[in-house]
């Protein structure tokens, strides 16, 4: 399948005090990274990830295994062999966009030159 089609649905982590929760798109492509280097998530990891409940576990494999999906991927792999981010990449689009809309209208360049100068002396 390709990889902008839709896996399904999630509970955005990101969201505004006052305004409810989103959903966003979770799709083939980010289950096929996720699944791959440098994540190497297993299935029940992607599954608390895009936030399926437990009790439809079954549904989620099925899902899964019609996607063409190998639903025992890096199952034998301990958690310390993976690299582990709960940000769907839709809140990390989203995140990245809001940085972008802050600095462009609140820090000058000069100021995130400094910023920058500033934490490379930290290494």
Same mark, same amino acid.
């Given at each position: 399948?390709?990889?902008?089609? /839709?896996?399904?649905?999630?509970? #955005?982590?990101?969201?505004?005090?006052? =305004?409810?929760?989103?959903? &966003? $798109?979770? #799709?083939?492509?980010?289950? +096929? +990274?996720?699944?791959? =280097?440098? $994540?190497?998530?297993?299935?029940?990891? &992607? +599954?608390?990830?895009? +936030?399926?409940? /437990?009790?439809?576990?079954?549904?989620? $494999?099925?899902?899964?295994?019609?996607?063409?999906?190998?639903? /025992?991927?890096?199952?034998?792999?301990?958690?310390?062999?993976?690299?582990? #981010?709960?940000?769907?990449?839709?809140?990390?689009?989203?995140?990245?966009?809001?940085?972008? /809309?802050?600095? #462009?209208?609140?820090?000058?360049?000069?100021?995130?030159?400094?910023? &920058?100068?500033?934490?490379?002396?930290?290494?």
């Amino acid at each position: 399948l390709d990889d902008n089609v /839709k896996f399904c649905s999630a509970t #955005s982590n990101i969201f505004i005090q006052g =305004a409810g929760k989103k959903d &966003v $798109e979770v #799709s083939i492509g980010e289950i +096929r +990274r996720r699944f791959g =280097a440098p $994540e190497y998530q297993s299935s029940s990891v &992607v +599954r608390k990830l895009t +936030r399926f409940p /437990k009790t439809k576990i079954h549904e989620f $494999e099925r899902n899964l295994v019609k996607s063409g999906f190998n639903i /025992k991927v890096n199952e034998d792999m301990g958690q310390a062999t993976t690299t582990t #981010s709960f940000l769907l990449e839709a809140d990390a689009l989203q995140l990245g966009k809001d940085l972008t /809309k802050l600095t #462009s209208s609140e820090l000058s360049l000069s100021v995130l030159a400094a910023i &920058v100068a500033d934490s490379d002396g930290d290494r």
